[in-house]
C-alpha cells in the first residue's frame, strides 16, 4: 500500500479562475490541501495528480448537449453562465479534472492502494444538473463517479453535508434506487431546494434523505442528527460505496451561510459515516467551503479522524437549535 490516504489533487493544475469578488476563488483548493500539513498527516499522505474525466464519464450524469456547450465555452473564453457561475478557458481542463480525482479515488480503494481517498478539486459540484450549471458548479463531479458504480451494480450512498443542499445530485439520482442522497443543509438558503418531503421519484421511494436546519444549529444537533436519523437510513440501505459530499461552508466562520459547525464537529461527523460503509470503501469529496481557514482546520480535522488520528485545533460546538428537524425526520422515515 502507498499510503494511507491518497488525495487526488494538484493546485497547480487549477486554472479555473473566477471575478475577484467571487467566494469560489482560486486559492481554495491550497487552503484545504495545507490543512493536511497542519494536522501533521504529511507522513500519512500521498498526492496523486487526477486524470481528466472523458467525456463520456461526464455525459453518464450530464446531456450531451451541455458538455459540448460547456467545452465550446470555455474554449471561446468564457464569461457567465448564470449571475453566480463562471467559467473561464481553464475550466474546462479544471472541471474534468475534479471529476477526474473522484473516479481516480474509487479506482485507487478498489485496488487497495489505500485506506481512504480525497477527491479536491475545484469548482464544486453537487448543483450541476444534467443539463445546466449552476451554483459555482460546472460538473458534478461526485455523480460522475457514483453513476459509474451504480451502473456497475453497486450500491453507493452520498453523504452531502455541504451548508447549501445538493440539488444537482439529487436531481440526478432522485429516481435511482441504486444510489441514496443524505443532505443536511441550512434552510432557508440558496438554492431554495431540499425540503423534507423530497424524498425519491417513483422508481425510488424512500431513496432522498433531506435535513434542513435553520441558521444556528451547531454540532450537537448535527450528531444527533447522525445518529438517529443518517445512520439508521443508511444502514437500511446497506451501500457498499460512500462518499461524503464534504462542503465545509457549514462551519461557523464561513461568509455565505449561517450553521455553526466547527472543524471538531466535521470530524465527529466524519467518524459516525465511515461506520456506515465497508471498510476502504469511504470517498471524501471536496464541495464548497470559503473561509480559507475553516477549510484547512475541517480539511485537517475530517481526514485525520478518518484514519483513527485525532487532530482538534478547535472545539466542538454545542446548542438546540434544529432539534424539530431530527423529531420530524424520524417521523417521516419510521424511526420511531
Ligand atoms: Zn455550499
Known amino acids: 500500500m502507498a499510503a494511507p490516504i491518497l488525495v487526488f489533487a494538484n493546485a497547480e493544475l487549477d486554472q479555473h479562475t473566477t471575478p475577484e469578488w467571487h ?3 482560486p486559492g481554495r483548493l491550497a487552503a484545504s490541501l495545507s490543512g493536511i500539513a497542519l494536522a501533521g498527516l504529511g507522513d ?5 495528480e487526477p486524470r481528466l474525466a472523458t467525456v463520456a464519464e461526464l455525459e453518464r450524469v450530464h446531456a450531451p448537449g451541455y458538455v459540448a456547450q460547456l467545452e465550446r465555452f470555455c474554449a471561446r473564453g468564457g464569461g457567465d453562465l448564470d449571475p453566480d457561475t463562471f467559467a473561464s478557458p481553464g475550466s474546462w481542463d479544471t472541471a474534468r479534472r475534479a471529476a477526474g480525482a473522484v473516479l481516480d479515488a474509487v479506482d485507487a480503494l478498489d ?4 485506506d481512504l481517498a480525497f477527491a479536491a478539486g475545484r469548482p464544486p459540484g453537487h448543483h450541476a444538473v444534467p443539463d445546466r450549471a449552476m451554483g459555482f458548479c460546472l460538473v458534478n463531479n461526485v455523480a460522475v463517479a457514483a453513476a459509474k458504480l451504480a451502473a456497475d451494480g453497486h450500491r453507493v450512498a452520498i453523504v452531502d453535508w455541504d451548508v447549501h443542499h445538493g440539488n444537482g445530485t439529487q436531481d440526478i439520482f432522485y429516481d435511482d434506487p441504486n444510489v441514496l442522497y443524505v443532505s443536511t443543509h441550512e434552510s432557508p438558503l440558496y438554492p431554495g431546494s431540499g425540503r423534507a418531503d423530497e424524498t425519491g421519484g417513483p422508481g425510488a421511494p424512500m431513496s432522498n434523505l433531506n435535513l434542513p436546519f435553520p441558521a444556528g444549529t451547531r454540532g450537537d444537533v448535527f450528531r444527533r442528527a447522525f445518529d438517529e436519523v443518517i445512520a439508521p437510513v443508511v444502514e437500511r440501505f446497506a451501500p457498499d460505496w460512500l462518499f461524503i459530499s464534504a462542503g465545509f461552508d457549514a462551519h461557523r466562520n464561513d461568509p455565505l451561510a449561517g450553521l455553526e459547525l466547527t472543524s471538531a464537529d466535521y470530524a465527529d461527523l466524519a467518524i459516525r459515516l465511515q461506520q456506515l460503509a465497508p471498510a ?9 467551503g470559503y473561509d480559507f481557514e475553516a477549510l484547512s482546520l475541517s480539511t485537517g480535522s475530517t481526514l485525520s479522524a478518518l484514519i483513527g488520528e485525532t487532530y482538534r485545533p478547535e472545539e466542538v460546538s454545542t446548542g438546540e437549535i434544529g432539534l424539530p428537524t431530527i423529531a420530524a425526520a424520524r417521523q417521516r422515515w419510521n424511526l420511531v
Open 44 to 48: 500519512a499522505v500521498e498526492f496523486r
Open 111 to 114: 485496488a487497495g492502494s489505500c
Open 23 to 25: 467566494p469560489e476563488r
Open 280 to 288: 476502504r470503501r469511504t470517498v471524501v469529496v471536496l464541495e464548497g
